[in-house]
Nanobody
Framework: QLQLKQSGGGLVHAGGSLTLSCAVSGFSVTTYPMSWYRQAPGKGRELVAFISGSGDRTNLPNPMKGRLTISRDAANNTGYLQMASLKPEDTAVYYC???????WGQGTQVTVSS
């Protein structure tokens, strides 16, 4: 069964760091691409990071460019999003997404206090 199960997130002070995890079942994270999106209250869902299946291409568009690292671990079949220098405006629900299969993780709340 294809499933994306997220963990991590929570409350952090401005300037802090968090790592989000996306544990995958049903396909290999080192074969298929993975994206991360976020959705702030009252706003649409926006792309924050992308990694290709081979891992040789990443896309880290604004507004979090320079503060993110996207990676994956074959042994755990898990994708990761490392976030640094967090700002209050980064507060949102973050989602992992498997574009090949059109499947979303359940989302995890990230709250950054000032």
């Amino acid at each position: 069964q294809l499933q994306l199960k997220q963990s991590g997130g929570g409350l952090v002070h401005a300037g802090g760091s968090l790592t989000l995890s996306c544990a995958v079942s049903g396909f290999s994270v080192t074969t298929y691409p993975m994206s991360w999106y976020r959705q702030a209250p009252g706003k649409g869902r926006e792309l924050v990071a992308f990694i290709s299946g081979s891992g040789d291409r990443t896309n880290l568009p604004n507004p979090m460019k320079g503060r993110l690292t996207i990676s994956r671990d074959a042994a755990n079949n898990t994708g990761y999003l490392q976030m640094a220098s967090l700002k209050p405006e980064d507060t949102a629900v973050y989602y992992c997404y498997a574009p090949t299969f059109g499947r979303w993780g359940q989302g995890t709340q990230v709250t950054v206090s000032s």
